[in-house]
């Protein structure tokens, strides 16, 4: 009888002729180092068309430019993240303004509140968030929303926006009950792996009743794996696992529901 382990083998993602875009990924060499460019190709080859690259500080907006010059499917979006709200200045609002010429910043962040870690303070958090939704609106971007136990007072500085902001509230963690006032800002959801955990009944609640116009799909890479790849890190490849949740919540097929997360990113990012 033999004594040799048998390999475990890694499932395989569903998949879509249609193709997919992930609409939220951080595929920078701090995260996949020497294996950036890899990592692009396995999601190109695993019918990933499209992906949204957005920067969580400003001394990584030099390399997504290089990136997303090189790779004609490859967008970036330019921002600070809540949690180096600390180090938000004058310098870094001319770096996200200077980057945001580029036609492939298709966006403003991410950027947002999170008082569930609290790197920076809520005042340095509230200053850089507000600076960033008065860019989106001068520049007619969309703003990447990265909100974490802060709900209510992003929904507020959201709304006393002067003009028109537009965009997405990325990673979605919250549950029903907050998607009266994400509609009435007209704004997208964006799920990740969080929606495969079984223990994510209120994000699944939620995700069954996002209007069908304004639902997106991410991986938001390295992070989140899908619950069928937990414990690995995550990449754009893996958002298939998402998006056949979605599919699942929604009774629906993952082609209509992969076509449907495609347009909505393509709609809300102004993709050609």
Not at 30 to 58: C, K, M, W
Not at 68 to 77: F, K, L
């Amino acid at each position: 009888m033999s004594t040799a382990k048998k390999t475990k083998e890694k499932p395989i993602a569903p998949k879509s002729p249609v193709g997919i875009i992930d609409s939220h990924a951080h595929v920078v060499n701090e995260y996949f180092p020497d294996e950036r460019e890899q990592t692009l190709d396995r999601a190109f080859a695993s019918g990933v068309h499209t992906l949204i690259n957005p920067a969580v500080a400003v001394e990584g907006i030099d390399e997504l430019l290089e990136l997303i010059e090189r790779r004609p499917n490859v967008y970036g979006a330019a921002g600070q993240h809540p949690h180096e709200a600390k180090h938000w200045c004058e310098e870094h609002k001319e770096k996200v303004l200077a980057a945001l010429e580029h036609k492939k910043m298709v966006a403003v962040g991410e950027c947002g509140l999170d008082f569930f870690y609290n790197n920076s303070s809520r005042e340095e958090q509230f200053k850089a968030f507000r600076e960033q939704i008065a860019i989106a609106v001068a520049l007619d971007k969309p703003v990447i929303v990265h909100c974490r136990d802060a709900w209510e007072e992003t929904f507020a500085l959201l709304g006393e926006a002067e003009g028109k902001v537009r965009g997405v509230f990325h990673c979605f963690t919250g549950g029903p009950e907050h998607l009266e006032a994400i509609a009435k800002l007209d704004f997208y959801v964006s799920f990740s792996g969080i929606l495969t955990y079984t223990k994510a009944t209120n994000i699944q609640e939620a995700a069954a009743l996002v209007p069908q116009e304004r639902m997106l799909v991410e991986t938001d890479c390295p992070f989140l794996s899908p619950q069928k790849v937990r414990g690995e890190r995550n990449e754009p490849a893996f958002v298939w696992w998402t998006a056949d949740k979605l599919a699942t919540l929604r009774a629906s097929s993952l082609d209509d529901t992969a076509a449907q997360v495609s347009a909505n990113a393509k709609a809300l990012f102004r993709l050609p």
